[in-house]
């Protein structure tokens, strides 16, 4: 991509290369609850519980992008995984973030270990993205591929699926048809503990 010098590291190298961090993370699917959506929206039919929250280690992905050194006017990062699509007719899985948003966040990481052990295979593995606060959605798993962009990325993930209403709450009116749309991106608080 869009760098001084391309990285292709093995996992003993994102190991070795890379401070490891931990954090510790909620991953939940966009679609959880989506069987109680009203008006009902295409996608898997979900009811609650399509999340969970798992201590995850790796590297830094700001870490990655300052070993590669990110040129000036970079503007997205775009993520690939291992998986195909499961018919010729659907897009492959491609997500991005902002350049500015992942320098900001040290918690951006490029997980190889999930709850102190090796990353499982339905978990990802060899290595994910994990984007703590953020739907599942940009947290590609099999992760093969991270390219920066001098542009936005406009894969079909992010510009014409897993998007919501471009209004404050995130919805409209049932029966009506959004004026604009964003890509789904802050996960919403759904329950308070006290």
């Known amino acids: 991509?869009?760098?001084?010098?391309?990285?292709?590291?093995?996992?003993?190298?994102?190991?070795?290369?890379f401070p490891a961090?931990?954090?510790?993370?909620v991953n939940q699917c966009s679609?959880?609850?989506?069987?109680?959506?009203?008006?009902?929206?295409?996608?898997?039919?979900?009811?609650?519980?399509?999340?969970?929250n798992a201590e995850w280690t790796g590297a830094r992905l700001r870490d990655i992008l300052t070993a590669a050194g990110v040129k000036q006017g970079s503007v997205d990062v775009s993520f690939q995984g291992l998986d195909r699509p499961a018919l010729p007719t659907v897009a492959r899985f491609g997500k991005s973030l902002s350049v500015a948003r992942?320098?900001?966040?040290p918690n951006v990481i490029v997980a190889y270990r999930m709850n102190g052990q090796a990353l499982p295979m339905l978990n990802g593995?060899?290595?994910?993205?994990?984007?703590?606060?953020?739907?599942?959605?940009?947290?590609?798993?099999?992760?093969s591929e991270i390219s920066v962009l001098d542009r936005e990325f406009d894969g079909f993930w992010m510009r014409?699926?897993?998007?919501?209403?471009d209004t404050p709450c995130g919805c409209i009116e049932p029966g009506t048809t959004p004026a604009s749309t964003v890509p789904i991106t802050r996960m919403n608080v759904r329950s308070f503990i006290t």
């Open 31 to 52: 679609g959880n609850s989506r069987g109680y959506f009203s008006p009902r929206i295409f996608g898997g039919q979900w009811a609650h519980g399509a999340m969970g």
């Open 125 to 143: 593995f060899p290595a994910r993205l994990v984007v703590p606060g953020w739907y599942a959605t940009y947290w590609v798993k099999n992760l």
């Open 21 to 25: 961090v931990t954090v510790v993370a």
């Open 160 to 165: 014409r699926a897993y998007l919501i209403p």
């Open 102 to 105: 992942i320098m900001q966040d």
């Open 1 to 17: 991509g869009h760098v001084d010098k391309p990285l292709d590291p093995s996992i003993a190298e994102l190991q070795s290369q």
